[in-house]
């Protein structure tokens, strides 16, 4: 920025929280000193859609809006956004990634088999920018403390590792900002989150050929409200709430892993894995996590 100003953009899908780490990082600005402007799309912000936040930070902020080619940061919550978003970036400036993909439907070419037009990882796809790039599974991370839902918490610890902001900053706002009882694990997070290794980036899988089989439903009822949005949606009709609210799997042959009721979830309650593969829901119920 040539007026003295700094900028940070924040991307990803609905439902990862994208609005709130936006509000926390522009609080922990302004706990530091700095006058701060602030704006994000709330639009798209059901799972799912694209998501975003600008903030621009100085002595004297005038809009809220980063300029291509002028952010110092760019906090990609998917791997998808990192690419959408790059554009933003400084010379020299930083990407932190999460290296978790969510494949929106659009992209299958072909439902039963799952094959996709999704973009591969590429460890080497912004050096060409001299960009500082830091890719993580914040997802992992955060499972491993206890809560896949602090991933955010995650990310925005390696995002302070770039930005000049004493962590006192950093926590209270997060302390002040997340929903009550979720503090301890989202401050866990952040801290891990500061030092949290580079990821390995996973080899490409081949597109199956055929249907492979049916995928695996795992449903957190601890989690789940009944809203009945992933049942609607679901496209072979796998699954249904009962009268007491509560959501059963109906037809589990039939799932194909399109993951529509996954991406679609506003409560993380359901996950659906391929053949055979490791669950990925843990048996013991966790309360909390910055999903907002």
């Not at 953009?9 to 926390?24: E, H, K």
């Not at 002040?176 to 390995?200: E, H």
């Amino acid at each position: 920025m040539t007026d003295g100003t700094r900028g940070l953009l924040l991307a990803g899908v609905g439902g990862q929280g994208v609005i709130l780490a936006g509000m926390i990082v522009a609080d922990a600005l302004v706990r530091a000193g700095y006058d701060v402007k602030q704006s994000e799309v709330h639009g798209m912000a059901q799972r799912g859609g694209s998501v975003f936040s600008h903030i621009r930070w100085g002595s004297d902020v005038e809009s809220p809006l980063v300029e291509k080619g002028s952010a110092e940061v760019l906090a990609a919550f998917e791997w998808a956004e990192s690419i959408r978003w790059v554009e933003y970036v400084r010379d020299g400036g930083a990407v932190v990634a999460d290296i978790r993909t969510i494949v929106p439907p659009g992209s299958c070419t072909d439902r039963r088999a799952w094959s996709t037009n999704y973009p591969a990882f590429n460890a080497d796809l912004f050096s060409d920018r001299r960009l500082k790039t830091r890719l993580i599974d914040a997802s992992s991370t955060a499972t491993e403390l206890g809560n896949t839902r602090a991933a955010n918490s995650v990310i925005l610890g390696s995002v302070a590792a770039f930005l000049d902001i004493d962590d006192v900053h950093w926590e209270a706002a997060i302390s002040k900002l997340v929903p009550k009882g979720t503090q301890d694990v989202n401050l866990a997070a952040f801290r891990a989150g500061r030092s949290v290794p580079m990821a390995q980036i996973p080899a490409p899988s081949p597109d199956p050929e055929g249907f492979s089989g049916p995928h695996e439903i795992d449903i957190r009822h601890d989690w789940c409200k009944g809203c009945d949005i992933c049942s609607r949606v679901c496209p072979e009709y796998c699954l249904a709430v009962s009268v007491d609210g509560e959501l059963t799997i109906t037809n589990a042959q039939a799932c194909t892993g399109c993951r529509l009721c996954e991406m679609l979830c506003p409560d993380f309650a359901i996950a659906i894995r391929p053949p055979g593969a490791q669950a990925i829901v843990p048996e013991a119920a966790v309360i909390g996590g910055l999903t907002r």
